[in-house]
């Protein structure tokens, strides 16, 4: 691997005697991780029937363990949501929020969900959860992941900082900028990144995080908390990016930073630094303007009396394309680009009632009154989309399709048929 020299010559610099021992960690393989999902499987339920050999369990994250497979996002317990892949020392960041209220979280840099599912996690499915993310595509990425872990305290948006400061000043009591970085902790990893490093790249950088930064402060509730966090090591973009920022807000103070590098720890290395915000004025946003619509609310009603052993509760707002979601309690109107609101729950077309696959994976076993189990060959064929045949001795209609315990999606039986609805884009290839 051939590190940019501009770069090695600065850590060179900076470390000092330590740099031998940093240069030597580039000599090891990344390390891979996984966190589990505790919103779906309890750690011991994991432990019990893991899906291959796990490793030592992550020093900062009890929830976390290394890991040796290379295809672990192929497995049907990843595609059931019981873990999420990343790399270990970003999951410091939730060391950090772990303390802090969380009934408004925003996530302003959240694609593709690492931080955004961890925190999930944390809060327990309590509070509401904003997870946004600028670049549309990386946006449906990251709300598949907030799908698949059936995460349902989640607001999944699509727009520039800017524009959700202008709708939610002073709000959260937590937000968390997981900064677009130069990603010299991901050279192992990403070798575009080492392409793309420059002095330059890195200042342009530096800048964009303020500006990030400068809109979270004003998000930001009188004695909220905003985390900043980076993958890369540079002076700019971690400490003097703090050091600037506590410069120009006064009412903001450092609770504590911590810099994890590469040859100190077993991961590629990560920036974490914790603001409390004292000042600030009154909360602004308006409650989610939910639209009823009583004949669909029926539909779903009457679906859902057969479906599940309990009736979600809750308000249900029905989109004019017809799109049903379950608002979470206290849900903010978002007045940006949302693709994802709670838990979907189907599609009403004026006559019909359709399920979603969201509202399927949202469940857990116990809750689902039509649940059919596959094995491993047969789950793995469901996730590929294949139709399979069926008992005839389960009614017909609407079904979770579940591996294990753990819905995988939604099907539909017909006379001994069942009918695969496991989404399109979803699928397992090969
Ligand atoms: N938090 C994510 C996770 O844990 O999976 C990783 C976030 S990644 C380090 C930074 C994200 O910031 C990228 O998804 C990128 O698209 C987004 N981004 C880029 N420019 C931005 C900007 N000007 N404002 C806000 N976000 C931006």
Request: glycine fraction near 10%.
């Amino acid at each position: 691997m051939k590190l940019p020299e501009e770069f090695l010559r600065r850590m060179e610099q900076r470390l000092g005697e330590e740099y031998p021992a940093f240069l030597q960690s580039y000599e090891k393989p990344p390390y891979r991780a996984l966190r589990v999902n505790t919103l779906k499987i309890s750690l011991e339920d994991f432990f019990r029937e893991p899906p291959f050999p796990l490793g030592a369990q992550i020093d900062w994250e009890y929830r976390g363990m290394y890991i040796d497979e290379p295809k672990a996002g192929a497995y049907i317990e990843h595609f059931a949501g019981l873990y999420y892949l990343q790399e270990p020392s970003a999951m410091t960041v939730g060391e950090f929020t772990d303390g802090c209220k969380k009934e408004r979280v925003l996530d302003l840099c959240a694609a593709p969900g690492g931080k955004s599912t961890q925190i999930a996690a944390q809060m327990e499915g309590e509070g509401i959860l904003i997870s946004n993310e600028i670049d549309a595509g990386r946006a449906k990425i990251l709300s598949q992941n907030i799908e698949r872990l059936g995460i349902r305290n989640c607001a999944v948006t699509n727009a520039a900082p800017e524009q959700l400061a202008k709708n939610f000043p002073e709000y959260f009591d937590l937000i968390v900028v997981d900064a677009p970085c130069s990603g010299e902790g991901m050279f192992k990893k990403e070798p575009e990144a080492i392409a793309h490093w420059s002095l330059q790249n890195v200042a342009l950088c530096a800048a964009r995080q303020r500006d990030i930064l400068d809109y979270a402060a004003r998000m930001l509730a009188q004695g909220g908390s905003l985390l900043y966090s980076t993958c890369t090591f540079s002076e700019e973009e971690d400490e003097g990016q703090i050091r600037a920022f506590l410069s120009r807000h006064g009412e903001f103070a450092l609770e504590g930073d911590e810099k994890l590098l590469p040859h100190k720890i077993n991961g590629e290395g990560h920036y974490c630094a914790l603001l409390v915000k004292n000042g600030g004025g009154q909360r602004g946003a308006k409650p989610y303007p939910v639209k009823k619509n009583a004949r669909a609310n029926k539909a779903f009603y009457e679906f859902a009396e057969e479906f599940c052993t309990s009736v979600p509760q809750g308000e249900i707002t029905t989109l004019d394309d017809g799109r049903m979601y379950l608002v979470p309690a206290g849900m903010p109107a978002l007045g940006v680009r949302t693709l994802r609101l709670g838990v979907e729950l189907g599609e009403w077309d004026g006559k019909i009632f359709r399920p979603a696959h969201a509202f399927a994976v949202s469940l857990k076993k116990e809750q689902c009154r039509r649940f059919y189990p596959l094995g491993k060959e047969l789950a793995q064929r469901y996730l590929r989309g294949e139709t399979l045949a069926c008992s005839p001795s389960f009614e017909n209609g609407w079904c979770a399709v579940g591996y294990r315990s753990y819905p995988l999606g939604l099907g539909k039986i017909v006379n001994g048929t069942l009918k695969n609805h496991y989404p399109k884009g979803l699928r397992l290839r090969g």
